[in-house]
């Protein structure tokens, strides 16, 4: 499926910028077992992917885990020394820029993760430059996903209509809140058939190289 161009493309950031969604769900899988709760890497994605740390920790003890007061703190400082070791960039998400450059498309990123976690991971894969003044970050805005306020923050920063928007996500709260806030959402599924995506309106995909092509960009001018 194909839409018409947009105005602005939102872009989340893990799993859909950076290939960081393993390397945190791994740094988080381990940590957990510490505290009683064993999940393998892929499982830890399913069940927290794209949440607030907050939300993970309420849902890990109530799967049977015993953190402490201060874990957030603890699993973000894990996470952080992990992925300052280096991320990769998503295959093909230069491409997708460049083209983004080419057609006179505005774009940003918005995230539930931290200013300082997307400097960090942006930074190692070559991006932080780009989206340094354009970065929306849940802890700064005091909005999450799946509440949709992040992304209409960073629409109406741009004076873009939410309906001339496209949202790239990877994880169910970011479809959620890209359907709420009534933007058109692109669901990377990398890791899996992205059913659970499909399931919340997002049109899925599985290459970064197939979305220049499915936001028409590809096409010339309009």
């Known amino acids: 499926m194909q839409i018409d161009r947009p105005q602005l493309v939102i872009f989340d950031c893990d799993g859909v910028l950076v290939d960081s969604e393993l390397i945190s769900n791994g740094v988080l899988s381990g940590n957990l077992a510490q505290y009683g709760l064993n999940l393998s890497t892929l499982e830890c994605m399913r069940h927290f992917m794209g949440g607030r740390m907050v939300d993970v920790a309420a849902k890990a003890n109530e799967m049977g885990a015993s953190l402490p007061q201060d874990w957030v703190s603890e699993i973000y ?7 300052e ?40 894969a070559g991006l932080w ?42 994880s169910v709260p970011g479809t959620i809140a890209a359907r709420r806030a009534g933007m058109h959402c692109f669901g990377y599924a990398a890791h899996d058939d992205g059913s659970e995506l ?25």
């Open 77 to 83: 400082g894990e996470i952080h020394t992990r992925l």
């Open 129 to 170: 430059e780009r989206f340094s003044k354009v970065a929306f970050s849940a802890h700064t805005h005091g909005v999450a996903k799946p509440d949709p306020g992040l992304f209409q923050i960073a629409a109406d920063s741009f004076g873009v209509p939410h309906a001339n928007c496209v949202v790239v996500e990877d």
């Open 198 to 222: 499909a399931a919340e309106g997002a049109i899925v995909f599985s290459d970064m190289k197939e979305l220049a092509g499915l936001i028409n960009l590809k096409r010339g001018t309009h």
């Open 85 to 124: 070791q280096g991320v990769p960039a998503v295959e093909g998400i230069h491409d997708v820029i460049e083209h983004l450059d080419a057609a006179g498309v505005d774009h940003c990123v918005a995230s539930n993760g931290s200013e300082m976690k997307m400097s960090i991971t942006l930074g190692h």
